[in-house]
């Protein structure tokens, strides 16, 4: 069946460093998308992908990075600049604009 | 900028009742708008995906309507169950950009049926 997979579910992350969130599709779906969801917010943009090779920055890119070397993978990055990680994080891909998202099931990342 | 709200943040009926969820959003501007469900610690799975030359669209127990003119969408639930208690969320596609992607989701309505 197609859909969207994120690993690991859960993730733990020690002050200072980096770790990076799996984001893998077989939809063929062109655009990819990461969204940040902490209690009682709204799910917030942090980078976007239309294309392979191309990536733009959302609402809440500082302390993230990310790639899109391939259509199906878009992994996050977070990195020690970004000073509360702890969230879920979520991502989505879409077939073109205008589609409709299809979203993963997420990994909640703690700082230990 | 795009916003959206929505009403109630949560709810508690019993279950076999129909009820409402209500989303309204600042702009008119939009492409589409769409409803999602989350159950708790989980992703969004998508309900319903409203064009915005769309009035409404229907899957099983769920309607959801479209105003444009008004900057409102209904989700109507009808027979409610336990297994239909989660967080709905909707999220409006803008042509202005309710952020960087035109996509902006309100906070969500906390839906608990009971048994």
């Known amino acids: 069946d197609g859909g969207i997979t994120q690993s690991p579910k859960y993730l733990f992350r020690k002050e200072g460093q980096n770790v990076t969130l799996s984001c893998e599709q077989n939809l063929n779906h062109d655009a990819m998308y990461w969204y940040r969801q902490d209690p009682g917010q709204g799910l917030r943009l942090i980078y976007y992908s239309q294309i392979v090779n191309d990536f733009q920055k959302g609402d809440i890119a500082e302390g993230y990075s990310v790639s899109r070397e391939k259509k199906e993978s878009f992994p996050l990055t977070v990195t020690s600049a970004q000073k509360n990680p702890t969230a879920f994080y979520l991502c989505a891909s879409e077939p073109g604009h205008g589609y409709g998202y299809t979203f993963g099931s997420g990994t909640r990342l703690t700082v230990v | 900028k795009q916003e959206v709200t929505q009403i109630p943040a949560a709810l508690s009926v019993p279950e076999g009742e129909n009820l409402v969820l209500n989303c309204s959003f600042t702009?008119?501007?939009?492409?589409?708008l769409q409803w999602f469900r989350q159950d708790p610690g989980k992703g969004l799975t998508s309900l319903l995906l409203i064009q915005s030359s769309q009035r409404e669209q229907t899957s099983g127990r769920l309607n959801a309507s479209l105003d444009k003119s008004s900057g409102r969408s209904t989700l109507y639930i009808a027979a409610s169950q336990p297994g239909d208690s989660a967080t709905y969320l909707c999220?409006?596609?803008?042509?202005?950009?309710?952020?960087?992607?035109?996509?902006?989701f309100g906070k969500g309505t906390h839906l608990i049926i009971q048994p």
């Open positions: 702009d008119s501007a939009i492409y589409n």
């Open positions: 999220a409006v596609r803008s042509y202005s950009g309710g952020g960087a992607d035109g996509l902006t």
